[in-house]
């Protein structure tokens, strides 16, 4: 192969890897996350955090109960948590329905017409159409959908670009808030 055409490739290489539409959850935000005091609550407990159970299936639950399924399941497979986290949430590990248990997780498939507008438009094209600017880095979303599945979709792709999410239970609001 001539240098060219090598500079070509190694070009629509990293053109490819730069358009990667899969989970892109910072190590920043995982570090911060990861810290949990044993025996009390994280006080990231309600961020919303989506995972893979494979086979198109997601399951959005808390940092609690990942922290569960981590002492129960995967201390001895992970250096610690934050790197558990890590996998997990940028979906290297698919957890199943067995791990999750009987606890508080949502289970859903991916809405189709959702996942080709995120495909179409990337996650600002979802940010345009399903959110409200509260702020230079902060939305709410918009709440009225046709299902659990088309809510969920929004905001299992937001979160996979490095969004966090929580609901506020007294109004009824999700707000979104860019992570650095």
């Known amino acids: 192969m001539n240098k060219i055409g090598y ?11 730069c358009n990667s539409k ?8 995982i570090k911060s996350i990861s810290k949990i005091s044993p025996g009390l609550p994280s006080m990231y407990s309600q961020l919303f955090m989506f995972v893979s159970l494979g ?10 109960i990942l922290n569960e399924v981590y002492s129960k399941y995967y201390l001895n497979r992970y250096k610690d948590f934050e790197m558990f986290l890590s996998d997990v949430l940028n979906q290297k590990r698919n957890l199943s329905h067995q ?3 009987n606890r508080n997780v949502s289970y859903f498939t991916l809405n189709k017409a959702i996942s080709e507008k995120y495909r179409d438009h990337s996650v ?6 399903y959110c409200i600017k509260k702020s230079e880095t902060a939305w709410s979303i918009k709440t009225a959908y046709k299902g659990k599945s088309y809510l969920y979709s929004v905001l299992y792709f937001l979160f996979i ?6 609901i506020n239970d007294h109004i009824g609001e999700y707000s979104i808030v860019k992570n650095s």
Do not use: H, Q, R, W
């Not at 500079?7 to 890897?17: G, H, P, Q, V, Y």
């Not at 086979?55 to 609690?64: A, H, R, S, V, Y």
């Open 7 to 17: 500079l070509l490739f190694c070009l629509a290489l990293i053109i490819l890897s």
């Open 22 to 29: 899969g989970p892109n959850i910072s190590g920043k935000t």
């Open 55 to 64: 086979n198109d299936e997601i399951g959005c639950t808390d940092l609690n």
């Open 99 to 101: 791990e999750l248990g």
């Open 161 to 166: 670009n490095n969004y966090s999410i929580v």
């Open 124 to 129: 600002v094209g979802l940010i345009n159409e």
